[in-house]
């Protein structure tokens, strides 16, 4: 395997590791329901299309995440201004506080494990990644 194959297969399993355990240690919300609420904070109301093209998921199973997150208070729906047979999904103030607390849950087990994991040297080394993950994530490239 080339060096920039092996490079990125590293990246992939380590991301997705790090993620699991995030979600795992911190006592959050279901990543369905979280990635919706996340996508209404940053993007604002939306249509359930929408949000299963941004999190490229199946409409119906959107749906399903919606009518969890309005069950419990979540997210609401209101009336679609140009298309008056459509609806869009907003976030509440319940919700809103909901994921203010899975997110602060989060960064406290990251903060956590970055004071006993890593020394100040990996400290530095750490804070250059989120600007190379970000830049990676930005990537339009084929598609395939």
Avoid at 80 to 95: K, S
Avoid at 129 to 137: A, H, I
């Amino acid at each position: 395997m080339a060096d920039r194959d092996h490079l990125a297969e590293r990246l992939r399993v380590s991301i997705g590791r790090f993620v699991r355990a995030t979600r795992a240690h911190a006592d959050t919300l279901p990543p369905p329901l979280a990635e919706t609420m996340g996508l209404l904070d940053r993007e604002g109301d939306a249509s359930t299309a929408s949000l299963a093209q941004w999190r490229g998921v199946r409409h119906q199973s959107q749906s399903r995440a919606v009518a969890d997150l309005q069950a419990r208070g979540y997210v609401a729906r209101r009336d679609d201004p140009r298309d008056r047979r459509g609806f869009l999904v907003t976030l509440t103030e319940q919700g809103r506080a909901a994921l203010d607390r899975d997110r602060e849950a989060r960064r406290e087990w990251v903060a956590e494990a970055i004071d006993a994991l890593l020394s100040a040297d990996e400290r530095a080394q750490l804070s250059a990644v989120p600007q190379l993950l970000d830049r990676l994530s930005a990537y339009e490239g084929d598609r395939r």
